[in-house]
């Protein structure tokens, strides 16, 4: 199993065994009340017991989608959705075992991603998107890529230039947003069957929540200059990227 995900498995399971306990002490507290019910008491209890199986049958269900790529569209939407609500108490966990919000992130970034890759998906290019925050172009640069990347003068002092390049070369959309909240503008006017997204930690995990059930793969920008300034990325990594979700393992039709 690869361990750049093993350790969201890991705090995972830890916070779905807390839950059973905190869940499964308050039922057994309540266990005589139900009995004076009945069979109606039984029965309530039963249902009760239900979201400890289903947050264990999830969680075994992501170890096996990870481990042996065993999907089910409707069960892989559940799990996934479970994943991302699970994430505060998941991150609190982590702190408290030693591990930065940061670490967390970066590991369910990439389950994430191995999500997506396991299913190989292949989408035409003029559905799928290539988004970045604005702190990939100079900070010091005059022309405005947030309103038109075309606007870009391919100048090679950031790397919009290469991007641009890339999604001219694939045919596939480049958007560079300002924010979360166009990003989820763009996002809901494109309509994009996959995306590619570049940002750090925080926006990544955000936004993957944001639009699933959309499948986003999650590129982590690199930040010489500290955070939301004059980041960059690893362009070929995001060649790559393209090129799985374009033709999946199918190299015959790279360009």
């Not at 995900?5 to 399971?13: D, I, R, W």
């Not at 299913?119 to 010091?140: F, M």
């Amino acid at each position: 199993m690869n361990k750049s995900y093993y350790l969201y498995l890991l705090l995972t399971a830890l916070t779905v065994s807390l839950l059973s306990m905190v869940w499964g002490w308050i039922l057994w507290m309540m266990h005589h009340s139900f009995l004076e019910w009945g069979i109606f008491g039984t029965c309530i209890e039963i249902f009760l017991l239900l979201p400890l199986g289903i947050g264990w049958f999830m969680w075994a269900y992501m170890v096996l989608v990870a481990q042996y790529s065993i999907q089910h569209p409707i069960l892989l939407r559940l799990s996934n959705r479970g994943l991302y609500m699970l994430f505060p108490i998941v991150t609190t966990l982590g702190k408290i075992c030693g591990y930065t919000k940061d670490e967390v992130s970066q590991s369910l970034i990439a389950f994430i991603n191995h999500l997506v890759n396991t299913q190989v998906y292949r989408v035409e290019p003029d559905t799928l998107l290539l988004l970045t925050p604005h702190c990939i172009q100079l900070s010091e640069c005059v022309h405005k890529v947030t309103t038109d990347v075309y606007n870009c003068k391919q100048c090679g002092r950031c790397q919009v230039g290469s991007l641009l390049e890339i999604a001219n070369q694939y045919g596939c959309h480049f958007l560079v947003v300002t924010g979360g909240t166009l990003a989820r503008l763009k996002i809901k006017e494109l309509r994009p069957r996959a995306i590619v997204a570049i940002a750090c930690e925080r926006d990544l995990v955000s936004g993957m929540a944001d639009v699933f059930p959309i499948p986003v793969i999650g590129v982590l920008n690199e930040r010489p200059c500290g955070p939301c300034c004059n980041t960059r990325v690893n362009t070929e990594d995001i060649r790559l990227v393209v090129e799985r979700l374009l033709y999946g393992n199918d190299t015959a039709k790279r360009t």
